[in-house]
């Protein structure tokens, strides 16, 4: 277990060595936070005061702080291939790879190792995201509910997007392939939910397949251990794929 939080530690630290870590969550953060302004801007002069009269009028966790964990789902789609694609792509590229899996570590440990040391990004990434919505306490009341809820499901969506980034950036020779064919499968997981929904062609399973169909129900306020398990499963299916394809690589020499 020492191995596996000193791998962690040397990756989380290595993550923010170079400037690519300190410039997406400059950048991802700046973007959230205006999309935050704007919401938190139209919800008090447009919605609010249409939705006065009404009995159970939506709150502002509904139409503000669900919108911005939504948005951050969709940005960090786009950036976690960045995040994920150096993990293994990069030591391959530069030939220190063997050096690493001819150490006395078991390809579980090197593999969980480095996915806690993403999984500390995505954890920093969210808790810094939740300060936003978590000011609002100041001067109205939050539904603390829902806003438990949107946080994990956020984190819960940005695992399993680094554990598919892992196993992806584990087959690849380089970064930018890696990048890549880990957002074309992101984006693939969006289109089944998409094709799920759309008008004469529901499927409950295309929706159940697709990330975003469990994490909009964590958005609802709702906690389905289903929801849950999908997610454990997704995490525990591909951080075994990249086990195996370690193991694999030793083999082969």
């Given amino acids: 277990m020492n191995a596996i939080w000193a791998i962690a530690s040397m990756e989380f630290r290595r993550m923010f ?10 950048v991802v953060l700046f973007i959230l936070a205006w999309v935050f302004l ?4 139209e919800y008090l002069t447009l919605i609010q005061p249409q939705v006065a009269g009404m009995q159970d009028p939506p709150g502002i966790s509904d139409m503000v702080v669900s919108a911005l964990y939504l948005w951050a789902g969709f940005i960090m789609l ?7 694609m150096r993990q293994f792509a990069e030591e391959r590229m530069n030939q220190t790879l063997p050096l690493l899996t001819s150490s006395p570590l078991s390809s579980t440990q090197i593999v969980l190792g480095k996915y806690l040391g993403v999984l500390g990004f995505v954890l920093l990434m969210v808790g810094l995201l939740s300060l936003m919505p978590l000011s609002l306490s100041i001067g109205t009341g939050l539904d603390w509910g829902k806003l438990a809820a949107a946080a994990l499901g956020l984190a819960l969506l940005l695992a399993s997007f680094a554990a598919a ?7 690849a020779r380089q970064p930018v392939i ?4 880990t957002f074309g ?11 799920g929904n759309s008008q004469g062609a529901g499927s409950e399973v295309f929706v159940y397949l697709s990330h975003f169909g469990h994490f909009l129900s964590f958005l609802d306020g709702m906690f389905d251990s289903s929801d849950l398990v999908y997610y454990l499963l997704f995490i525990g299916g591909f951080l075994i794929l990249t086990i195996r394809k370690l193991d694999n690589d030793r083999l082969q020499g």
């Fill in 17 to 26: 060595v170079s400037p690519l870590a300190w410039s997406i969550l400059a």
């Fill in 38 to 41: 704007l919401g938190l801007n």
């Fill in 78 to 84: 786009a950036v976690m291939p960045l995040i994920t």
């Fill in 165 to 171: 980034g892992l196993f992806l950036s584990a087959l």
């Fill in 178 to 181: 890696a990048a890549v064919t």
């Fill in 185 to 195: 499968l992101l984006l693939f997981l969006v289109v089944l939910y998409i094709s």
